[in-house]
T-cell receptor, first 111, second 116 residues
Framework: AQSVTQPDIHITVSEGASLELRCNYS??????LFWYVQSPGQGLQLLLK??????LVQGIKGFEAEFKRSQSSFNLRKPSVHWSDAAEYFC?????????FGIGTKLQVIP | GAGVSQSPSNKVTEKGKDVELRCDPI?????LYWYRQSLGQGLEFLIY????????KSGLPSDRFSAERTGGSVSTLTIQRTQQEDSAVYLC??????????????FGPGTRLTVL
């Protein structure tokens, strides 16, 4: 069975600081991996997606994620956080006929 | 339209009443998904429509929940005899190709349902 773990429910960072959101997955084959962002009152928006190729994936809004097969991880990073990045971030793993979302990490950005 | 739209944006109902939630997917998208988002629970898959195929209803939590998709476009999620535990945000998404585990999904803003 596939699953996703986002171990950090809530993270607070200072504006301008770097950010890393953790995601670990369980899947029997090569997974499709996604990061979505949900701003308050909005639906989810895709930040980036990985299936094959370069394990470092660039996304929108300056985000990137690195796929590490040996660690079953797909952590999301941003070198310098902006106040507008405050939102909830969801990691998801997809395979044949199913996508599973994590419970989300809520990011708070302080001045 | 430009994106996935959902209506109403908010719905307050009394326990035991039926509710209908509507989703208009992006034009041309063949697949449509419904999710439930409860506080601290992440996204719970409910149902998936792909083209004219029979829907995947494996995520529906009880027989009080049903959904239909008319003409391969608009979808309605119906909850009969609502219970307080049905209170949540119901999200609809669509995708172009319909690979449920592989496609990028485009989400609507959701309908917040409150059952009193």
């Amino acid at each position: 069975a596939q699953s996703v773990t986002q171990p950090d429910i809530h993270i607070t960072v200072s504006e301008g600081a770097s950010l890393e959101l953790r995601c670990n997955y369980s899947y029997g084959a090569t997974p499709y991996l996604f990061w979505y962002v949900q701003s308050p009152g909005q639906g989810l928006q895709l930040l980036l997606k990985y299936f094959s190729g370069d394990t470092l994936v660039q996304g929108i809004k300056g985000f990137e994620a690195e796929f590490k097969r040996s660690q079953s991880s797909f952590n999301l990073r941003k070198p310098s956080v902006h106040w507008s990045d405050a939102a909830e971030y969801f990691c998801a793993v997809g395979g044949y006929q199913k996508v599973t979302f994590g419970i989300g990490t809520k990011l708070q950005v302080i001045p | 339209g430009a994106g996935v739209s959902q209506s109403p944006s908010n719905k307050v109902t009394e326990k035991g009443k039926d509710v209908e939630l509507r989703c208009d997917p992006i034009s041309g998208h063949t697949a449509l998904y419904w999710y439930r988002q409860s506080l601290g629970q992440g996204l719970e898959f409910l149902i998936y429509f792909q083209g004219n195929s029979a829907p995947d209803k494996s995520g529906l939590p009880s027989d009080r929940f049903s959904a239909e998709r008319t003409g391969g476009s608009v979808s309605t999620l119906t909850i009969q005899r609502t219970q307080q535990e049905d209170s949540a945000v119901y999200l609809c998404a669509s995708s172009f190709l319909g690979g449920v585990g592989t496609d990028t999904q485009y989400f609507g803003p959701g309908t917040r349902l409150t059952v009193l």
